[in-house]
């Protein structure tokens, strides 16, 4: 049985989207709604959960207004926290390695792992290793990684990438999870939660002993203690941290906060927002490394420090992680994570991508958006994600980007020109009605028309005259009512 | 929005002693579930003197798609002795360029509607997604305070009535059994949410039924329903779902663009096409 997890761990397909493949995984993927199993189930049913959690505290929004103003103080002094945090956790016996980009911490990583003689490797649920394309240059170095987060184990069973930030493995059922066990590591069939629970135990537990590194992300980097804090609600955080002799932390630059004193507000958030609990089973505070282990912490930058640059999009670099705009997305309900092309999805992937990868391959993520705003209600650190993702549709439009093209300029220009005299206005509007009208005889429709009519009527206008023609008309005859008003006095 | 020209505390303690609530020993009670999040602050609303003249500004797929929506708000204020004005002038709000990313092109379309509307203290619009593009977007585009000061003085119509001239019953009468869809930027942008229910529960013989999923988007979206077809229809369809399952016989919302497309479904669906589709302002001069 364990040689089915070992062959599986070695073989993942590792989809590693660049240049075109990734515009055009974009443009084909954003636009249709795909299936995903109980994808959007899931999701909404998370969402629910968790706005039924905060109506029950009052002081939730005070806790959001705290972190935000926080993470704000910690992402404006990030020079400062991160030599603090340095020094701190370096005075008990970590390392501390800083990387610019992917490349660079995968450099860090295969030195530690040619170091220590590392042969195979646990995995604790991280990002940035997503971001580093870890898994496979382990591969490529000889080195077996496996994944020990349940959700992970499962996508990297099954060969694919994850489809959420939190539960990486959303989209299958208890039935589709028995059946992949059945198929890859030869278990009798069940969809009962606790015998698949048992199975997965049962391959992961063995691997924990025997691996001579284990690999984690970083939730929380306090400065003022040096502390890692890791959270989660599986114990394989726990073991992959403690059991191996070697643990390589791994963190992006933004995950820093002041001082320990900060934290408690984020754990109150963070459970709630993420899987709508109090508190996450476990939360793991990592001060340093202990008597013959050794601890090493790589913090990345890959593209973050570009963020710093855009005053008006910087707080994307305060998430943490949650999930909630995922949840709360009806977009990423229907096209699923994988449709964002890369490593961050729904709302926070639609900011956050652009700006590591470069607007000039992931320009068209911030338009995969109806702009409802429910993602920047949900938010548990603020982050203002509806208007970021407009400001970012208008970066799109001027710097190099697939959405660029100077037809689609031309045309607003037109618009623009129109919009600013009334008589045009009148005219093109006049115009856009009678296309209206005549467009159901049209036995094929083109471009946004043909977009429009595919699944939806169009709208029928009056056969009478528009409002300013009504208006000049008629204004006079509009009639009032004959007595008092029938009012109520405001907040009444 | 945390401009660039905002001060940064450098002390995070004053970030974190202004709420002392974080102490995980407070109990937990309070609002009922379901209530849904509290929006973080309520706006202040001027005060309106009566007789006081308000400019009517109507979007351009209403004056063009819908007249009818305009009349019956124009009506309406007259009705409720609100002297009204239309600025013949007006065109567009910019919204549709600066949700497209060209900013530059929306900046121009809303300079010209603060030229056209700048003699006017008052300006509403039926149209809460185009109320919000004055109110909150203008400054995006143009942070001038001229330019924002006359976005401010733009309301979406249900909140002017309910908000700001205190008026909840409009003396309509409707019989029937109606569902309310409110737009996501009505609701979330604007933060109105209360005063068109407000204002249905004050009509004659009118029967509220409640929408299931009230508050999720019907995936309108302006240009997104045409450059993302698909999900956009996948969301419509959530939606028209949703009212048929309301038992409603006509579905009411203050923003006309978000049922331009859910009626457009509802007209393919075998359950759905039946169900009449009105703009709220239709259905508050019903029998007045």
């Not at chain 1, 629910?48 to 505290?57: E, F, P, R, V």
């Not at chain 2, 909140?159 to 409707?174: I, Q």
């Amino acid at each position: 049985m364990q040689s089915a997890v070992e062959e599986t761990a070695r073989t993942e397909p590792h989809v590693s989207l660049q240049g075109a493949q990734f515009l055009r995984e974009q443009n084909k993927n954003l636009a249709e709604p795909g299936q995903f199993g109980s994808l959007a189930q899931s999701a909404e049913r998370s969402y629910k959960h968790n706005q039924q959690i905060i109506a029950t505290i009052p002081y939730f929004q005070s806790w959001r207004e705290q972190a935000h103003q926080i993470k704000r103080y910690a992402i404006a002094n990030l020079d400062k926290l991160l030599v603090e945090f340095e020094r701190n956790i370096t005075a008990r016996g970590a390392t501390v390695l800083y990387a610019q980009n992917a490349q660079e911490a995968n450099e860090h990583l295969i030195r530690i792992i040619r170091e220590h003689g590392v042969r195979t490797v646990v995995k604790a649920k991280s990002m940035v290793s997503e971001e580093m394309e870890m898994n496979h240059v382990l591969e490529a170095e000889g080195v077996r990684a496996l994944e020990t987060d349940l959700g992970e184990f499962l996508v990297q069973l099954a060969g694919q990438r994850p489809i959420h930030v939190v539960t990486p493995a959303l989209h299958l059922s208890a039935a589709d999870v028995g059946r992949l066990f059945q198929e890859k590591l030869g278990e009798p069939f069940t969809q009962e939660h606790a015998a698949l629970t048992q199975i997965a135990r049962k391959h992961l537990r063995r691997q924990f002993v025997q691996a001579d590194l284990g690999i984690s992300g970083v939730n929380f980097a306090i400065a003022d203690t040096g502390t890692i804090c890791l959270v989660e609600n599986e114990g394989n955080q726990g073991l992959s941290t403690s059991c191996p002799r070697v643990h390589v932390a791994l963190m992006g630059i933004e995950k820093v906060i002041p001082s320990i004193r900060h934290l408690p507000v984020f754990l109150h958030l963070l459970g709630r927002s993420g899987t709508g609990q109090k508190l996450t089973t476990y939360t793991h505070l990592i001060h340093g490394s202990t008597p013959g282990r050794k601890l090493y912490v790589i913090i990345l930058d890959n593209g973050r420090s570009e963020v710093l640059r855009d005053p008006k999009a910087w707080s994307a670099l305060f998430c943490i992680r949650c999930g909630a705009c995922l949840n709360s997305c009806p977009v990423y309900r229907r096209v699923g994570g994988w449709a964002y092309g890369w490593v961050y999805p729904g709302p926070i992937g639609a900011i956050l991508t652009p700006h590591l990868v470069g607007l000039d391959q992931a320009g068209k993520l911030p338009f995969a958006s109806s702009l409802c705003g429910a993602c920047g209600e949900v938010c548990p650190v603020k982050i203002d994600i509806p208007h970021q993702l407009v400001h970012l549709r208008h970066r799109a439009v001027e710097e190099p980007s697939p959405v660029r093209s100077w037809r689609e300029r031309l045309v607003w220009r037109l618009w623009a020109w129109a919009m600013c005299h009334p008589w045009m206005y009148r005219l093109a509007m006049g115009m856009a009605r009678l296309g209206t009208r005549l467009a159901r005889f049209l036995p094929w429709h083109p471009g946004p028309l043909g977009a429009w009519t595919r699944g939806r009527e169009l709208p029928q206008p009056p056969p009478g005259p528009n409002f300013h023609t009504w208006w000049k008309k008629h204004a006079h005859e509009l009639k009032t009512f004959p007595t008092e008003l029938p009012s109520e006095s405001p907040g009444s | 929005m945390h401009l660039p020209d905002e001060p940064i505390s450098n002390r995070p303690e004053e970030a974190v002693s202004s709420g002392k609530n974080s102490d995980s020993g407070v109990p937990e009670h309070g609002t009922e579930p379901g209530a849904g999040p509290v929006p973080a602050t309520r706006r202040e609303y001027p005060v309106y003197e009566p007789g006081e003249p308000v400019a009517l500004f109507v979007p351009c797929y209403i004056d063009e798609f819908y007249p009818h929506v305009a009349q019956a708000t124009a009506e309406l204020l007259t009705w409720l002795q609100v002297p009204v004005e239309f600025p013949g002038r007006q065109t567009c709000c910019g919204q549709p360029a600066f949700n497209s990313g060209y900013w530059k092109e929306a900046c121009k379309v809303v300079h010209h509607f603060c030229e056209t509307f700048a003699p006017y203290r008052w300006i509403v619009t039926p149209s809460g997604s185009c109320a919000a593009m004055c109110r909150v977007f203008f400054g995006h585009v143009d942070p001038d305070p001229r330019i924002v000061e006359i976005g401010q003085r733009v309301f979406e119509l249900t909140e002017f009535l309910v908000e700001v001239m205190g008026v909840t019953d409009v003396g309509a009468r409707f019989p029937h059994k109606v569902t309310l869809h409110i737009g996501c930027h009505t609701r979330r942008e604007l933060g109105v949410s209360a005063p068109p229910l407000r204002l249905l529960q004050h009509v004659e013989g009118l029967q509220y039924v409640e929408l299931p999923n009230v508050e999720e988007c019907c995936g309108f979206g302006g240009t997104f329903s045409v450059k993302m077809p698909g999900t956009s229809i996948a969301m419509g369809q959530t939606k028209a779902e949703n009212i048929i399952r309301s038992g409603a016989e006509v579905v009411v919302s203050p923003d006309i663009s978000c049922l331009m497309h859910v009626e457009g479904i509802l007209r393919r669906h075998p359950q759905g096409r039946h169900i009449r589709c009105m703009h709220i302002a239709e259905l508050l001069r019903a029998e007045q």
